[in-house]
């Protein structure tokens, strides 16, 4: 891999903090992941600088910006300079980690290889400034070269020190491409137990990293046993046998390759990685030794349900990940009347997802038995052009609405609502032209029917 310090370039905002710091006669130096990104040519989502100015130093010198002091206790200062938060921590070394996750205290140092030393990965114990270039007490530089995740020092204090290190490690693996170093590796899978230490919001925000990664499906074949360690609920589908001329992978395999089919998007990928975590429980076995998976839909997002909850994601994504893994193998077909039945049971948004899911569940069967989503994109051409033309499927599209009812003569009720949804069906089914004068006409009809009930 090509990899160049010449390739940091700071903003302008960057460059101002670390001038403001040396002209009152500090060290200051960008550290970290946005090194780490500028060097392999990603833009760094956000930028830290390390300093050997004390907290209330950094307060001093920045006292014409805005600052906020939350993390002052383990040395970290925000400064917000033209709307950029930048955080500044003083060059420290962690006190013990009780509890595997957040060191009991620290003490500032004014050495910068001892502040890169207490890091997690070479790959992100690296800084730089303008005046003494690239730092790599490490050999960041060389990891980065060969496609390598190592940790500083010793793996497993690094990893006892804190454990979600373990999981972005993986998290690391799979954006980046990259392969543990073997001794780093070994300690993963021994210290995974610790993990059960760590926030289930922590968790899921590197879990949602990792499976929107390029190299996802090596890193969760290879590494299962560790996500088994934040999902059990997993486990049950490792090695197992779906019996089925469709499938040519086990149920694990076949969630992880499904995953890889799958857009970038977390929501997708999250429910692929649960759509068949029910499977295992529902398995039976015809006369002719044909396994079958009957309601897995259901049960999977049963399970899910208790999956998502422990990792304390927001109501809205995990709503939308229990329709998904509920309605994975709904039938869908490219019929305008289906497409349009199934655009008002779920909504445009989540039909969409829908099919991106059930895309990447096809494009993992087997693909002798498999259309490899030929009918899914017949029924995105469908969908399309329903909302191109405008056409009616849901219920503010009808020509007709409640008052039109009132008028008459249906008092205020659930009625309405009933006559108004076997209209949109008739409009959907093409019983009925969606104008007013038809869509009254039947409601008449369906009103004198009423009445004799």
């Not at 917000?80 to 962690?94: A, G, H, K, S, Y």
């Amino acid at each position: 891999m090509e990899v160049s310090c010449l390739n940091i370039v700071l903003p302008p905002q960057v460059k101002v903090a670390i001038e403001l710091l040396e002209q009152n006669g500090f060290e200051a130096y960008v550290v970290g992941g946005c090194v780490r990104d500028s060097i392999l040519g990603v833009c760094p989502p956000d930028w830290d600088i390390t300093t050997s100015a004390l907290p209330n130093e950094v307060l001093c010198v920045f006292n014409k910006f805005k600052t906020i002091e939350t993390g002052i206790k383990h040395g970290t200062v925000i400064v917000i300079i033209n709307d950029l938060p930048l955080e500044i921590t003083t060059f420290r070394i962690d006190g013990d980690y009780l509890d595997n996750r957040h060191p009991e205290n620290v003490k500032f140092c004014s050495n910068l290889r001892e502040d890169l030393s207490r890091r997690d990965f070479t790959i992100n114990a690296m800084a730089y400034n303008k005046s003494d270039g690239l730092i790599d007490a490490f050999d960041g530089i060389k990891d980065i070269k060969n496609n390598t995740i190592k940790c500083v020092g010793n793996p497993d204090l690094r990893f006892n020190e804190d454990a979600l290190r373990i999981l972005r490690a993986l998290r690391f693996s799979s954006v980046l491409g990259f392969e543990l170093e073997q001794s780093t590796d070994d300690s993963v899978l021994r210290n995974a137990y610790l993990l059960q230490n760590v926030s289930k919001e922590r968790i899921a925000t590197e879990l949602l990293k990792l499976l929107c990664g390029k190299n996802v499906c090596n890193v969760l074949l290879k590494y299962r046993d560790v996500i088994a360690k934040i999902i059990p609920e997993i486990e049950p589908m490792f090695d197992f046998n779906q019996h089925n001329k469709h499938h040519i992978f086990d149920v694990w395999e076949h969630t992880v390759y499904a995953i890889g089919y799958a857009d970038c998007d977390p929501i997708v990928r999250l429910t692929l990685l649960l759509h068949d975590i029910g499977k295992p429980h529902c398995f039976s076995m015809d006369e002719k030794g044909v396994g079958h998976f009957y309601g897995h839909g259901n049960i999977s997002a049963d399970i899910a349900r208790t999956v998502l909850k422990s990792l304390k994601l927001s109501n809205e994504m995990s709503e939308t990940v229990l329709t998904l893994v509920k309605y994975h193998d709904y039938p869908i077909t490219s019929k305008e009347k289906i497409v349009k039945r199934r655009l008002l049971k779920f909504s445009v948004p989540i039909f969409v997802l829908l099919l991106k899911v059930k895309l990447a569940d096809l494009l993992a069967h087997n693909p002798v038995y498999s259309d490899r989503g030929q009918e899914i994109e017949a029924i995105e051409k469908t969908m399309n052009k329903i909302i191109a033309n405008g056409e009616c499927f849901k219920l503010c599209d009808l020509a007709v609405n409640g008052n039109d009812l009132i008028e008459l003569g249906i008092p205020a009720s659930k009625k309405i609502g009933e006559i108004l949804n076997e209209l949109l069906l008739c409009v959907i089914d093409g019983k009925l032209e969606n104008n007013k004068t038809d869509l009254i006409e039947q409601s008449k009809k369906m009103i004198r029917g009423l009445r004799y009930e």
